[in-house]
């Protein structure tokens, strides 16, 4: 049986990673992005290959159909497409509304909605052609609820969660298959500017009592590409209770 290939975008650090290498314990091909930190995403190559498994790690902006472009005639070339896209790019912004730039909003935009467009528009005729697919874009429950001083994140996070729900009616007829995990409070580096009085006052609102495992993050993702043929266009909750 021909080896599977996972694409994990923003795979350099925090739950990107973690996805990736968790497809790799399981024998994947795996391809993976960053835009800025191609010192980590080389470490996170060297570690890939220490599963004896391929990996093809490309620096450039998925927010840009060009770097897209070129790197999935990449991996066409060294895997023939992308059986699983994991869309896992993103940034973050703190701030009011109205203090942002013009130009943080469409960074915003460009960076964590519309690279989710380009690697799904890219990823669809591979996976038409197989007659299967899987497609997990990493959401946020501010996607779902909303956060203050977040307003630009909650609204690509809201857009991915109702991109995943009509997508999904597109594709389920082709057997692709097109779910969303919003994330909840994930300890990441993207976490890791909060104070400790404040992160301890988070932990206290979190039901669970801490905050979520990148681990975890990629042990729900590996489960909604490997096998669940029925479950589509669900935006799943991993929040530890929290929303």
């Not at 060009?66 to 973050?92: H, M, R, W």
Request: glycine share 10%; hydrophobic share 40%; aromatic share 6%.
């Amino acid at each position: 049986m021909p080896r599977k290939t996972v694409l994990v975008t923003g795979a350099s650090r925090g739950i990107g990673k973690a996805i990736a290498v968790k497809f790799a314990k399981k024998g994947y091909n795996v391809a993976i992005s960053c835009v800025h930190r191609e010192d980590r995403l080389l470490q996170t190559q060297k570690e890939i290959e220490s599963f004896q498994v391929p990996c093809l790690a490309y620096k450039g902006d998925m927010g840009d159909m060009k770097c897209c472009e070129e790197l999935y005639g990449k991996i066409k070339t060294q895997f023939g497409g992308v059986d699983v896209l994991v869309n896992n790019a993103g940034i973050s912004y703190i701030g009011l509304l109205q203090d942002m730039t013009c130009e943080d909003w469409e960074k915003m935009l460009c960076t964590n909605l519309t690279s989710v467009f380009n690697c799904c528009k890219l990823s669809i005729p591979y996976m038409l052609q197989q007659k299967q697919g899987k497609i997990i874009n990493i959401s946020s429950v501010w996607g779902v609820v909303g956060a203050s001083c977040e307003t630009a994140y909650s609204a690509t996070k809201g857009g991915i969660n109702a991109l995943t729900k009509a997508l999904a009616k597109e594709l389920a007829p082709s057997n692709i298959q097109v779910n969303a995990v919003a994330c909840g409070a994930i300890d990441t580096e993207m976490n890791q500017w909060m104070e400790e009085d404040d992160l301890i006052a988070l932990v206290e609102e979190i039901p669970s009592g801490r905050l979520g495992k990148a681990e975890e993050v990629a042990d729900l993702v590996y489960h909604l590409g490997y096998k669940e043929s029925y479950l589509t266009g669900q935006v799943i909750g991993l929040d530890g209770g929290w929303i």
